[in-house]
Nanobody, 116 residues
Framework: QVQLVESGGGLVQAGGSLRLSCAASVSSSRTLLMGWYRQAPGKQRELVASITTGGSTHYRDSVQGRFTISRDNAKNTVFLQMNSLKPEDTGVYYC??????????GGQGTQVTVSS
């Protein structure tokens, strides 16, 4: 069973920064894709950013230029650096992992709250 352990959430004022981390219990050699989703109260979960083992990244339009996703394959860890945070970035952020076999895993989530 793959485990994803997230950390780094918290409360920050608008314009501030946070860095999320997610450590996976599976080798990066088995991992095709890692990413971050978020879910705001009353809204559907949405993909924020993703990164392949080779380093190709994808961002949703609303975070482009403010968020940066990166990964350390040696440590099986993915990061999300969030700058210029806005109140609309508030939500529970979930780490995700997809293996080369097409199996998806998700973390327990970490709360990010941006105050105006």
């Amino acid at each position: 069973q793959v485990q994803l352990v997230e950390s780094g959430g918290g409360l920050v004022q608008a314009g501030g920064s946070l860095r999320l981390s997610c450590a996976a219990s599976v080798s990066s050699s088995r991992t095709l894709l890692m990413g971050w989703y978020r879910q705001a109260p009353g809204k559907q979960r949405e993909l924020v950013a993703s990164i392949t083992t080779g380093g190709s990244t994808h961002y949703r339009d609303s975070v482009q230029g403010r968020f940066t996703i990166s990964r350390d394959n040696a440590k099986n860890t993915v990061f999300l650096q969030m700058n210029s945070l806005k109140p609309e970035d508030t939500g529970v952020y979930y780490c995700s992992l997809t293996t080369y076999l097409g199996v998806d895993y998700g973390g327990q989530g970490t709360q990010v709250t941006v105050s105006s």
